[in-house]
C-alpha cells in the first residue's frame, strides 16, 4: 500500500488543520492506522491510532481534547483534526499503516507502510 499525508502548513498558535493520508494499492479497511510526528532533533513519537472499523482510538496525552483521529474506509483516507495547535506541536507528521491488525498500537515498529510526511509549523 503506499500512503500519501497532506495538510500540513503554517499556521498561527491556536490555530486548525487538517492532515489526510490517502491510501493506494490496495483497502486499508482491515488495517489500523496511526499518525506519528517527528521534531527536529527529537526522536519520532505516536500522535494517534485508529482500529480499522473507527471502534477504537488512542492519543498521545498532550494532544487529547485537541485532535481528533477518523477514517473513511470507502475513500482509504484518514485524517487528523488538530485543533487549538501550540507550537509544540511543529513537527513533521507521517500516517502509517498496521497491515492486517485489529489491534491499536503506539509502537511505530509495529506499522509495515509509512506515508511520507507532511510538515506542520505552529508559530507563536
Known amino acids: 500500500v503506499q500512503l500519501q499525508a497532506s495538510g500540513g502548513g503554517l499556521v498561527q498558535a491556536a490555530g486548525s488543520l487538517r492532515l489526510y493520508c490517502a491510501a493506494s494499492g490496495r483497502t486499508i479497511s482491515r488495517d489500523s492506522m496511526g499518525w506519528f510526528r517527528q521534531a527536529p532533533g527529537k526522536e519520532r513519537e505516536f500522535v494517534a491510532a485508529?482500529?480499522?472499523?473507527?471502534?477504537?482510538?488512542r492519543y498521545l496525552d498532550s494532544v487529547k481534547g485537541r485532535f481528533t483521529i477518523s477514517r473513511d474506509n470507502a475513500k482509504r483516507t484518514i485524517y487528523l483534526q488538530m485543533n487549538s495547535l501550540k507550537p509544540e506541536d511543529t513537527a513533521v507528521y507521517y500516517c502509517?499503516?498496521?497491515?492486517?491488525?485489529?489491534?491499536?498500537?503506539?509502537?511505530?515498529?509495529?506499522?509495515?507502510?509509512w506515508g511520507q510526511g507532511t510538515q506542520v509549523t505552529v508559530s507563536s
Open positions: 485508529i482500529s480499522p472499523s473507527s471502534g477504537a482510538t
Open positions: 502509517a499503516a498496521d497491515v492486517g491488525s485489529s489491534q491499536i498500537t503506539t509502537t511505530a515498529r509495529a506499522y509495515d507502510y
